[in-house]
């Protein structure tokens, strides 16, 4: 029941993004609910390997690189979900930067409630 409140959760903050960045554009509800899956999926799949390969560049510059990893899981979301598309790399970096954000605070209001 929590993963369910998670992802619907998730869905609202991307439909939301979506309507404050202008190069982000979901096409209904159900799209964002069907991003937030993707992109909960690819996080748990395809993210770690990508960190494993690019572990050298990731040490270099800091660990600022998980950035540009973070953008290419947006994009790739991009091109397997047909109502939503991402309009750049910059765009991609920001709506991960703002998702990660928000979607940290409402881990943290969820863990808070249960106490």
């Given amino acids: 029941m929590k993963l369910i409140i998670r992802l619907l959760l998730n869905a609202i903050i991307v439909f939301a993004l979506a309507h404050l960045l202008s190069g982000v554009y979901v096409n209904s509800y159900v799209t964002a ?3 937030a899956v993707v992109i909960s999926i690819l996080n748990l799949i395809v993210k770690p390997i990508l960190v494993i390969f690019t572990l050298p560049i990731t040490i270099v510059t800091l660990g600022l690189f998980l950035l540009v990893i973070n953008a290419i899981i ?3 979301a991009d091109n ?3 109502g ?3 309009s750049s790399i910059w765009t991609a970096i ?3 930067l703002l998702l990660s954000f928000l979607q940290s ?9 249960k106490k």
């Fill in 94 to 96: 920001l709506f991960s």
């Fill in 84 to 86: 939503f598309s991402v």
């Fill in 33 to 35: 609910i069907i991003v």
């Fill in 74 to 76: 947006i994009l790739l």
């Fill in 105 to 113: 605070i409402v881990q943290s209001t969820l863990k808070d409630d």
């Fill in 80 to 82: 397997l979900i047909a």
